[in-house]
């Protein structure tokens, strides 16, 4: 009884603790609807309000008027696909090999995955930048691709490492007993018990290309083919005043994405490690 009692003051500060973090997450993105659809006279208010007391869709159809949003988003829509994709397919085998032999070489690559990832972006951009120079791929979005595959691909290879290591050794061996290769193990038996880590990774480049700045901006010149980050540094002004109904609904639309991928991905994520813990 007395366990019981101690219990839940700590069950309910952790309750607590949880929805103040999940405020503090929520908190920025409930103030950019809030702006997004506030008349100018609000927005200029010295008391702001959580709730428009007048909302209009007038900030939507001027950040449509002002800016191309429709073919900034496109664009990024186009490199955070491709990126996604291309990484998982380029990171799913060498995570294969990572994992299944575990030699010094394999742990010195993993090592320097991770400390990759530490690099600033300042760093690595002039290298990047001779290199697409010399494949004519600057101001593209293929050489976009290229550039958040090759930024993708560190961590991606460090998150399938660790799923391919929790798939059975035993079920590979059984598949080279009955005759199988090993590629056609890989793709036959490894690849679909890998299918919540693959999504898992392909979401995380998704989302990190779509959201990617400083890359696109030093990449893309020409505006028909800047990307969605690009493009709302435009609600900006020369002196730094911004523009902030227009941008708060620009930005409100480019956040969409990342959550609806999010949302329907996140049901398949769960339903794939619940399936593969019944299985095993």
Do not use: C
């Not at 809030?34 to 006279?41: E, H, N, V």
């Not at 490492?161 to 798939?167: K, L, S, T």
């Not at 708060?248 to 399936?275: E, N, Y």
């Amino acid at each position: 009884m007395s366990m019981l009692r101690t219990s839940r003051p700590a069950r309910a500060g952790q309750y607590v603790a949880l929805l103040a973090y999940l405020v503090f997450l929520a908190f920025p993105f409930l103030w950019l609807v809030s702006t997004a659809f506030k008349p100018p006279r609000e927005l200029a208010s010295l008391h702001p309000t959580w709730i428009p007391k007048d909302p209009t869709l007038a900030n939507f159809r001027q950040a449509f008027d002002e800016q191309p949003l429709l073919g900034a988003a496109l664009n990024s829509l186009v490199a955070a696909i491709g990126a996604a994709l291309i990484a998982v397919v380029i990171a799913t085998p060498m995570a294969y090999v990572m994992a299944r032999r575990r030699t010094l070489l394999a742990r010195a690559a993993t090592g320097w995955v991770v400390v990759s990832q530490a690099f600033p972006f300042v760093l690595v951009i002039i290298p990047l930048f001779l290199v697409l120079k010399e494949l004519r791929l600057i101001n593209s979005v293929p050489g976009l691709i290229m550039v958040y595959v090759v930024w993708a691909l560190p961590f991606a290879l460090w998150m399938l490492v660790g799923y391919v290591r929790a798939v059975p050794a035993e079920l590979e061996e059984a598949a080279a007993v009955d005759g199988a290769g090993r590629v056609r193990t890989l793709v036959s038996v490894v690849a679909p018990l890998l299918a919540p880590g693959l999504v898992a990774t392909a979401l995380f480049a998704f989302i990190s290309a779509w959201n990617e700045f400083f890359f696109a901006l030093v990449l893309l010149k020409t505006p028909e083919k800047q990307t969605l980050p690009v493009v709302l540094t435009h609600f900006i002004g020369a002196e730094g005043v911004a523009d902030l109904g227009p941008l708060a609904a620009a930005a409100f639309l480019a956040t969409l994405p990342s959550l609806v991928v999010f949302a329907i991905i996140q049901k398949r994520i769960t339903s794939g490690m619940l399936a593969g813990a019944v299985k095993s």
